[in-house]
T-cell receptor, first 109, second 112 residues
């Protein structure tokens, strides 16, 4: 089966940098996605990693290490609107997408 | 602009009723998905479809069925609703399995 672990909640200050970790154990690996979900809304796509290394997209970066079964999402210059749940999702060897439970980030002034 | 719509934002049904949740996408995507999202459990896949009239069970298909008669529409059916099916239901679509999924706004279903 799949096991995807994320910390449940973290608090950070506006303007700071926050790193959200995700570790996974799946049957095969075909890519890792990060989604952002604001309270009461649908998840929206942030990033996709299939090869090892860092992918940068504006204030957001995502890192993958396939050998360690590990990814992180880095949020820079935090803004109040970044308060949301961040979901890690892994596509396994059967191309099934399994989601972690999400990491709730609370940004405080 | 990418769009996935769901028939209702909020729905209240009684135990034993047959419930239909509709999802429509306008992006000509091959793949469509139904998830439920519960606090502490995250998003769990109920069913998905990779082509018209094709469907595959996800992780928690019990108590649900689906229908995909047209490419743009994917329906989730609760044959006999039960209280443990009270949840947020999210539909999604993707161009292919290697691409990101686009989610609809969700339907919050309460079964009393």
């Amino acid at each position: 089966g799949q096991n995807i672990d994320q910390p449940t909640e973290m608090t950070a200050t506006e303007g700071a940098i926050v790193q959200i970790n995700c570790t996974y154990q799946t049957s095969g690996f075909n890519g890792l996605f990060w989604y952002q979900q604001h309270a009461g809304e649908a998840p929206t796509f942030l990033s996709y990693n299939v090869l090892d290394g860092l992918e940068e997209k504006g204030r957001f970066s995502s890192f993958l290490s396939r050998s360690k079964g590990y990814s992180y999402l880095l949020l820079k210059e935090l803004q109040m609107k970044d308060s949301a749940s961040y979901l890690c999702a892994v596509r396994d060897g059967n191309n099934r997408l399994a989601f972690g439970k999400g990491n709730q980030v609370v940004v405080i002034p | 602009d990418v769009k996935v719509t769901q028939s209702s934002r909020y729905l209240v049904k009684r135990t034993g009723e047959k419930v239909f949740l509709e999802c429509v996408q306008d992006m000509d995507h091959e793949n469509m998905f139904w998830y439920r999202q519960d606090p502490g459990l995250g998003l769990r896949l109920i069913y998905f479809s990779y082509d018209v009239k094709m469907k595959e069970k996800g992780d928690i298909p019990e108590g649900y069925s689906v229908s995909r008669e047209k490419k743009e529409r994917f329906s989730l059916i609760l044959e006999s609703a039960s209280t443990n099916q009270t949840s947020m239901y999210l539909c999604a679509s993707s161009l292919s399995l290697n691409y990101e999924q686009y989610f609809g706004p969700g339907t919050r279903l309460t079964v009393t």
